[in-house]
């Protein structure tokens, strides 16, 4: 991994997560996040302010050591006990199968290679009872709009760490087995290619999360707040 994506562009994405429309739509969505909560690509844990008492703990998740150095200051502030794992979501988690009442993805699923491999990860965790509560920017309905993703998509995967301007956001979560049971989607200001949203929850049946055996549970790379 380069410098620029090394510690150039954890910065950037922190200062360009905290804009004023990204923090109203925290401020609206986090709270309805409630028990034992997996937040899958923490990154610099920009969402910690607005977890709600109904939270008993977090797990924060994520790959990038220099974004997840910038969450550790926020998760010693937080009211919360925090726990931060570096890795990717998309590699077995060191959580239990049906432990998390909440996971939580905000701007996420677009960078992650793998996303369908992650849900699954979710899905293993979640209780059946359990709620996936996400905010996600991806592919626009218009064609002329979808068409500048798919244009944009290759450069703009460079420059910001791989995220997909035109992943169907509903298609990849349905895909992976959860029922959609609320979605908003809209733009927010600003250039329509980077900024179509799809802000709602995803649950999953408890026939659907069966799980044989769970995978090595490790200490490695956990740290705890
Ligand atoms: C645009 S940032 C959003 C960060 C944070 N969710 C927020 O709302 O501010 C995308 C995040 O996805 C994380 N990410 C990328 N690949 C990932 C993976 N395989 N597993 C988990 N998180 C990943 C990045 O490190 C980064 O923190």
């Given at each position: 991994m380069g410098f620029y994506a090394r510690f150039v562009l954890p910065r950037i994405i922190d200062v360009a997560m905290r804009?004023?429309?990204?923090?109203?739509?925290?401020?609206?969505?986090?709270?309805?996040?409630?028990?034992?909560?997996?937040?899958?690509g923490i990154g610099s844990g920009l969402n910690l302010p607005y977890y709600s008492r109904e939270v008993t703990q977090i797990f924060g998740v994520d790959p990038s050591p220099e974004l997840l150095k910038l969450?550790?200051?926020?998760?010693?502030?937080?009211?919360?006990?925090?726990?931060?794992?570096?890795?990717?979501?998309e590699q077995p988690l060191p959580l239990e199968s049906c432990s998390i009442d909440t996971a939580v993805m905000t701007w996420t699923l677009c960078s992650i290679p793998n996303p369908s491999r992650a849900l699954e990860e979710i899905k293993r965790v979640l209780k059946p009872d359990g709620r996936l509560v996400f905010m996600?920017?991806?592919?626009?309905?218009?064609?002329?709009?979808?068409?500048?993703?798919?244009?944009?998509?290759?450069?703009?995967?460079?420059?910001?760490?791989?995220?997909?301007?035109?992943?169907?956001?509903?298609?990849?979560?349905?895909?992976?087995?959860?029922?959609?049971?609320?979605?908003?989607?809209?733009?927010?200001?600003?250039?329509?290619?980077?900024?179509?949203?799809?802000?709602?929850?995803?649950?999953?049946?408890?026939?659907?999360?069966?799980?044989e055996g769970n995978p090595a549970m490790t200490n490695r790379n956990r740290e705890q707040f």
């Amino acid at each position: 991994m380069g410098f620029y994506a090394r510690f150039v562009l954890p910065r950037i994405i922190d200062v360009a997560m905290r804009n004023k429309d990204t923090t109203r739509l925290r401020a609206e969505w986090i709270p309805k996040a409630t028990g034992n909560v997996l937040e899958v690509g923490i990154g610099s844990g920009l969402n910690l302010p607005y977890y709600s008492r109904e939270v008993t703990q977090i797990f924060g998740v994520d790959p990038s050591p220099e974004l997840l150095k910038l969450a550790r200051a926020r998760a010693s502030a937080a009211t919360h006990r925090v726990e931060l794992i570096t890795q990717s979501a998309e590699q077995p988690l060191p959580l239990e199968s049906c432990s998390i009442d909440t996971a939580v993805m905000t701007w996420t699923l677009c960078s992650i290679p793998n996303p369908s491999r992650a849900l699954e990860e979710i899905k293993r965790v979640l209780k059946p009872d359990g709620r996936l509560v996400f905010m996600e920017h991806g592919r626009a309905p218009g064609d002329q709009v979808a068409r500048w993703q798919d244009r944009l998509t290759p450069i703009w995967k460079r420059i910001a760490g791989g995220c997909d301007l035109n992943r169907r956001i509903e298609a990849v979560i349905q895909g992976a087995g959860f029922r959609i049971a609320e979605l908003k989607t809209f733009y927010l200001p600003g250039p329509r290619p980077m900024t179509f949203t799809y802000q709602g929850f995803g649950e999953i049946g408890s026939e659907d999360n069966v799980h044989e055996g769970n995978p090595a549970m490790t200490n490695r790379n956990r740290e705890q707040f």
